[in-house]
């Protein structure tokens, strides 16, 4: 798969051989433009591994780990998650059957200690499988007769306009 780069898709140990490939290139004098050609990846990185290379050798081109804050949640902590949210918010003393994210921060709060933006939550439950869902049941107090005698008689009037005749 491309990326809207044009270039390959790859992994953190892909991209690492693919430096280290270009590192064995460098140590022939190939040419910056023909190593970017040849691994499918773009001359301006090509360039910064060459000066990595020429700097600290095929070792300066080796992966230094994942980049980025550290986690705030470990895998336990996920499936410790997982197993409360599963239990439904009636058991965390909620009135309805509803997850929100807004419920789910103050939940991960409650049991971890850890402080998330509702907004965040979101991109947590992504990264465990989970997706936004909307209830498949209808609320208690739904009136069908009342929302049927609002939609034969209010809307139409509401949709011509206050001042519009009534049909004959």
Not at 35 to 60: C, I, K, M, T, Y
């Amino acid at each position: 798969m491309r990326t809207p780069s044009g270039y390959p898709k790859r992994s953190a140990a892909e991209w690492e051989t693919v430096r280290l490939e270009a590192a064995a290139r460098f140590a022939q004098g190939e040419r910056v433009c023909d190593v970017a050609r040849a691994l499918h990846a773009s001359p301006q990185a090509v360039r910064v591994w060459r000066r990595d290379w020429r700097e600290g050798g095929a070792e300066a081109l080796r992966s230094r780990g994942p980049r980025g804050r550290p986690r705030k949640l470990s895998a336990e902590q996920l499936q410790a998650l997982e197993a409360e949210l599963l239990k439904g918010p009636r058991a965390q003393g909620y009135e309805t059957e509803l997850w929100t994210l807004e419920r789910i921060a103050k939940l991960i709060r409650k049991l971890f200690g850890v402080s998330y933006h509702p907004g965040h939550v979101f991109k947590v439950l992504r990264g465990m499988g989970w997706s936004c869902q909307r209830p498949t049941r209808r609320a208690k107090e739904r009136d069908e007769a009342a929302i049927q005698a609002w939609l034969t008689h209010k809307w139409p009037r509401i949709k011509r306009g206050h001042n519009a005749p009534a049909p004959r």
